[in-house]
């Protein structure tokens, strides 16, 4: 039987902190189920989980951190099987076994996401800031650019509130794949998807870019993020907590904030370019 890199996580004073810093690792799942005040993170390599781990003992000495290896028995599509269908201001975003029966001609939005793999399902906090935010700014007949998009939960909102191209990108192949899953689950989008890393791609210009990646990425690729903005347009950023954001602001100084949300420590700023 197959089995997984994972790590045992337990005695966390700031549990919030120390999924932001997970974040910058290659994680398959975290499963909180295992017994109170425990986390079993399951991870894609062995180098990430051991990185992952000197990171964790550097940073949250107090932690408990206890490599492992987590037998593949289907306990993440269980623990996924239990997500249910959320709603964002006018987005409903479903799995495929909850789509919400829409009987009346003001129904919200549907999204439909299949889980897989850690990637966006709408029930992260960063995730439903960025779909308010979506929801905040001119759509219709935009330019969209959804950098890091994971299961393309935000390209796909934008494709479905009326932005004329959109384009999801990123550099890891499951995520390609799980996005394309999606945008066939849902015939009324049309998302271009891209595999790279944005640092090192010409994408062109948009009127629209969301970024909901990690603090340490929105910052350190402020420069090439701030190139895809067109003049006159949003940036959408998210996946920081409220403790980096003079740093985030800092690397896109000059851009004027349109708005500012935040949700369980974790912030989305909107940004416009003059």
């Known amino acids: 039987m197959r089995s997984w890199p994972a790590l045992e996580l337990a005695s966390m004073a700031q549990p919030e902190l120390v999924q932001a810093m997970l974040s910058d690792y290659r994680i398959t799942a975290i499963d909180e189920s295992t017994r109170p005040g425990a ?12 990185a992952a781990a000197r990171a964790l003992a550097r940073q949250f000495p107090e932690a408990i951190v206890r490599p492992m290896e987590v037998p593949d028995e289907d306990w993440v599509a269980r623990s996924q099987a239990a997500l249910a269908a959320v709603r964002i201001g006018g987005i409903v975003v479903a799995p495929p076994w909850d789509v919400p029966h829409a009987s009346r001609q003001d129904a919200p939005l549907l999204i439909v996401i299949r889980p897989s793999m850690g990637f966006g399902t709408g029930h992260h906090a960063t995730t439903r800031l960025c779909l308010a935010a979506l929801q905040q700014v001119p759509v219709r007949g935009r330019r969209v650019i959804d950098v890091g998009t994971g299961s393309g939960l935000l390209a796909i909102a934008a494709s479905r509130l009326g932005a004329s191209h959109v384009v999801a990108v990123d550099d890891d192949p499951d995520a390609i794949d799980a996005a394309g899953d999606n945008v066939r689950l849902n015939p009324g989008a049309d998302v271009t998807l891209r595999r790279g890393d944005i640092r090192a791609m010409d994408a062109g210009l948009f009127d629209i870019v969301v970024a909901n990646v990690t603090g340490a990425l929105v910052r350190d690729a402020a420069a090439r993020i701030r190139r895809l903005a067109a003049a006159g347009a949003h940036l959408i950023l998210s996946g920081f907590l409220r403790m980096e954001e003079d740093d985030i602001l800092a690397a896109y100084a000059g851009l004027a ?17 003059a």
């Open 39 to 50: 986390w079993h993170v399951v991870f894609t390599t062995p180098v990430d989980r051991d």
């Open 257 to 273: 904030v349109k708005a500012r949300m935040e949700e369980e420590e974790w912030l989305c700023v909107t940004l416009q370019r």
